[in-house]
């Protein structure tokens, strides 16, 4: 009885498994739990996640306690955005732009962990600060999961080459 038992649970697990990945990881996942896709981050109210799956970084004075910051760079918004968008592009192969496309200071990306496809989402937005120079607030974070074990800060740390 218990030898059958196990066998119908492991028959069980095993058809799980083979239905998630043969129906996709990135689409099981949102089965689960949803569009990682939530729309544009509000960076005016800097809300963080209450677990430890986020990152953010941004240039100096816009926004308060970044976990690096960011220079400014000389492009303006929508050319610094772009450049950005297209170096995460070549950087990360499973990162999507998710945005429409209609604001250019801004975008936001999907992202998905190697192995099991874990979706991320990144937000990237651009400001023109007082010195004529263009400053950027950069958030990334984790759908599921209470920790990211440091990879979206590892992800934004990389886009923005900081040590």
């Not at 950027?136 to 759908?143: D, H, K, L, P, V």
Request: hydrophobic content about 40%.
């Amino acid at each position: 009885m218990l030898k059958t038992i196990l066998l119908c649970a492991l028959l069980l697990v095993g058809a799980v498994i083979a239905a998630f990945i043969l129906y996709g990881r990135e689409r099981s996942w949102e089965l689960l739990a949803g569009s990682p896709d939530r729309g544009q981050r509000d960076f005016s109210n800097n809300q963080r996640s209450p677990t430890d799956n986020d990152a953010l970084a941004c240039s100096p004075g816009l926004c308060a306690d970044p976990d690096f910051k960011i220079a400014p760079f000389d492009d303006a918004p929508a050319i610094a955005i772009e450049r950005l968008s297209q170096r995460l592009m070549k950087t990360d192969p499973l990162a999507r732009r998710v945005d429409d496309r209609t604001d250019p200071s801004r975008a936001r990306f999907v992202t998905y962990s190697p192995l099991m496809r874990f979706p991320d989402v990144i937000h990237l937005e651009a400001r023109p600060l007082p010195d004529g120079r263009t400053g950027i607030m950069a958030y990334a974070r984790a759908q599921l999961g209470k920790s990211d074990m440091g990879k979206n800060l590892e992800r934004l740390r990389s886009l923005f080459r900081t040590p």
